[in-house]
């Protein structure tokens, strides 16, 4: 036995034109705006309120990823604690 609701839109699922027209605009007028100021710009310019959530996740389905670059963790060295490597070093 099946649930009626299977295979319907969700009642808070955008439309199709809306996330078409979210990402040309990503693509082409706002190209290099982060997610943040992305959703703002939509906000301001063209009249689309769409959450920050919601613009994510439509530019992540073509794989758009945000301009900013993620930075590699800083390794820090090994340090030799006082007591057990000690007698180990033989750098003196």
Not at 36 to 52: C, D, I, K, P
Not at 58 to 66: G, K, M, N
Not at 72 to 82: A, I, N, Y
């Amino acid at each position: 036995m099946a649930h009626g609701n299977r295979g319907s839109k969700p009642h808070n699922a955008l439309d199709d034109g809306l996330e078409r027209r979210v990402l040309e605009l990503a693509q082409s007028t706002y190209a290099g705006c982060n997610t943040q100021h992305f959703t703002e710009l939509l906000a301001e310019r063209e009249g689309v309120a769409v959450s920050r959530s919601a613009v994510r996740l439509i530019l992540l389905r073509p794989v758009l990823r945000s301009p900013r670059k993620r930075r590699p963790p800083k390794h820090r060295g090994r340090t030799l604690s006082q007591g057990r490597d000690a007698a180990t070093d033989n750098t003196h």
